[in-house]
């Protein structure tokens, strides 16, 4: 049963004892309670931090620089440019010829966007930054050029398994989480986002490879550093897709068993079986003998509470139980029984296994390194299988600081959801939650799928009632930093965003010291955010992508997209870049050097 293999790799060969880095770190996080108040008493207040001090916020920018990033955000500003804007890349290319294309890359697009071509180019970079309080997390942002055909017929390929395609097709997976041709090429309607593609285990290996670097770097760039990472760089999407097409449909039937006792509607974490009657329902259905059923609820699984929330729910499907031969859930569409888990061949076990175990040596590298590993947010339809997995790491990393950190996307209508059950579940098994927030980057994609293929639009439905979802689920978890050691990437653009953030954290008692609250921008945007609450003392990092000039283009396009897409942001950006700009040239300052 794969199930229990997943878990079995994933828990297994790490200690939960502290490594000596990790040792270390711990006392960069206070303890949580009353042993915090000695450390406060003689703490300085928490800093203001003023974002609209132009000469502060673009201290360390030379007057160049800021001329740079006006002109490329009001290009990235042009629909019309951007309609074309592949087109006119090629053109010019052809025009200027590699070499004087690769030097109008870097006083342009390029120089805003990306820090250089290799690790050893970026370094300055980050040491400047670094020297004006901004951190850095490094992204190797390579993507292959394929056309969309080849990304189309390679996503068919590796997300579809040996026994659907023995069966011409043929898939027991619900619509969401089957492979679709119309949406192959997973690099439609995404901003700001790397796609991989799957193309052979040793291609995984080199993407694992990279990531090593990039920890490896982020380790010696800081005390304190970041590497983020993607789940489907690191194996066959197919197993991804199987996963979470079993969590899904397991909690679902989970709220089938809640509407019938009467409680549909509760919040997720509050959202309790009575055990009696689930036991009752379940005999009726066949699905096993009353004497097996109660085999699995039992005391030392469920406690005595006679009840069954989500959380304990979820464990079932992993438990040393023998529930594992019966994962069969009601199809409410056709009325029958079906089991959670398709078939898998040798050879898809063994990929299975291999992604397991680079996600393995990801966490333990991150670890030995002291830096924090964030496993970045992808398409819904991977989603929960991701996030799965991110928990199971957490569970065996996070046992004396946030060290993996999962990713919650807040334009989604069950974040608030996901992010409550994770927190209460770090509480109860005494590990330390580790989270990013983010608003979300496949929106446009991910709608146009659910209305094509037809299941339910997994997105909030305007964009005021995602930023309500943010400022709920950040609130949530900012609450519990006072209570836990936990920890919490606000990754976000949005200046109000940040301003709440900070007031919470005053009002309560979060300190920048306790390095529990951390920011993180795009580099080439939002500098006005980034170096003030750097200056401040906060901790604050920029995403930092590098590569060859060609091969980062693709991602270079999206950005320009990105740019399109948030220009109420970008617009006050340009402001203050010409008013700094003005104010350097009206007191004979235009000659500014960082320092």
């Known amino acids: 049963m794969y199930l229990k293999r997943i878990f079995f790799v994933l828990r297994s060969g790490v200690s939960r004892r502290a490594t000596q880095s990790t040792a270390q770190a711990t006392s960069e996080l206070p303890a949580a309670g009353p042993g915090r108040g000695a450390a406060e008493a003689v703490r300085s207040p928490v800093p203001a931090v003023d974002f609209g001090n132009t000469q502060e916020a673009y201290r360390s920018r030379y007057s160049w620089e800021l001329a740079r990033s006006l002109l490329v955000l009001r290009l990235c500003a042009s629909p019309a440019l951007l309609a074309r804007h592949e087109q006119l890349l090629h053109l010019t290319r052809r025009l200027l010829g590699q070499r004087l294309f690769d030097r109008l890359m870097k006083m342009t697009f390029y120089g805003q966007f990306v820090a250089g071509e290799d690790q050893e180019s970026i370094r300055p970079l980050i040491q400047h930054n670094r020297a004006f309080g901004v951190g850095s997390i490094l992204d190797y942002s390579v993507e292959e050029d394929l056309t969309p055909e080849e990304a189309e017929r390679k996503e068919m390929e590796s997300c579809t398994s040996a026994v659907e395609r023995d069966s011409r097709g043929t898939s027991k997976r619900e619509k969401q989480f089957q492979a679709h041709r119309a949406f192959g090429d997973r690099r439609g309607g995404v901003v700001s986002a790397r796609t991989y593609f799957y193309a052979s285990e040793a291609k995984c290996d080199s993407h694992m490879e990279t990531f090593l670097r990039c920890i490896e770097a982020s380790g010696g760039a800081s005390e304190d550093g970041f590497s983020a990472i993607k789940l489907s760089a690191l194996g066959r999407p197919q197993f991804l897709l199987q996963f979470s097409d079993v969590l899904t449909k397991w909690r679902r039937f989970f709220h089938q068993m809640a509407a019938e006792q009467g409680k549909a509607g509760l919040a997720a974490v509050d959202t309790k079986l009575e055990v009696a009657a689930l036991q ?287 220009m109420k942001g970008a617009q006050r950006e340009r402001q203050l870049l010409w008013q700094e700009l003005k104010r350097r040239l009206r007191t004979g300052s235009l000659c500014h050097r960082p320092a």
């Open 280 to 566: 009752e329902s379940v005999v009726k259905m066949g699905i096993a003998s009353r004497t097996e059923i109660e085999n699995w609820f039992t005391a030392e699984t469920l406690g005595v509470s006679g009840t069954l929330d989500l959380l304990d729910w979820d464990s079932l499907i992993d438990s040393k139980t023998e529930l594992s031969k019966h994962l069969v859930v009601p199809n409410m569409q056709t009325g029958q029984l079906e089991p959670l888990l398709s078939q898998f061949t040798k050879e898809e076990e063994l990929q299975m296994t291999r992604m397991l175990q680079r996600m393995d040596v990801l966490a333990k590298k991150a670890s030995e390194a002291g830096v924090r590993l964030m496993v970045d947010a992808e398409q819904t339809y991977f989603q929960p299988a991701i996030s799965r997995l991110t928990l199971e790491m957490q569970r065996r990393f996070n046992v004396e600081k946030p060290l993996i950190f999962n990713t919650y996307q807040c334009y989604l209508k069950d974040a608030y959801d996901n992010v409550t059950l994770d927190v209460e579940l770090a509480r109860r098994e005494g590990w330390c939650f580790g989270a990013k927030l983010v608003r979300g980057a496949y929106m446009a994609q991910e709608r146009a799928r659910a209305l094509e293929i037809g299941y339910e639009d997994p997105i909030n439905p305007t964009y005021e009632a995602t930023n309500t979802m943010y400022h709920r689920c950040l609130n949530y978890v900012l609450e519990e930093l006072k209570h836990a050691r936990a920890a919490v990437m606000v990754a976000s653009h949005n200046e109000d965003t940040v301003r709440f953030t900070l007031r919470r954290m005053e009002e309560l008692g979060l300190h920048p010291a306790d390095r529990q609250v951390y920011f993180g921008q795009l580099l080439g945007m939002c500098d006005q955010i980034s170096f003030p609450l750097g200056q401040a003392g906060f901790p604050v990092y920029k995403y930092v992508p590098y590569g060859p000039v060609m091969e980062v283009l693709p991602y270079l396009s999206r950005r320009a997209l990105e740019n399109s897409g948030v």
